[in-house]
């Protein structure tokens, strides 16, 4: 009898892998912005440079997210 479905355990688990490691990636860039967001003690706000770094961050985060977005979804990769 054959299978009329198989499954590529291999690829499953690296899909599996690049997911947690992409979850990761955006829970340590969040929180890099939010500490670099903090201002010091004692201060009103953060310094100019750590403002600057946290944005970066943020900018990170948000292109991991939109390149995931592409990936999934198909009408991006329509070939004329």
Do not use: C, Q
């Amino acid at each position: 009898m054959t299978s009329l479905l198989a499954i590529n355990w291999l690829a499953l688990l690296e899909v599996a892998g690049v997911t947690i490691a992409a979850t990761a990636l955006i829970g340590a860039l969040m929180s890099a912005a939010n500490w670099f967001f903090t201002p010091e003690e004692g201060l009103d706000e953060a310094l100019p440079a750590k403002r600057i770094l946290g944005w970066v961050m943020l900018v990170a985060m948000g292109a991991i997210l939109a390149f995931g977005i592409w990936l999934i979804v198909p009408y991006f990769h329509l070939k004329s």
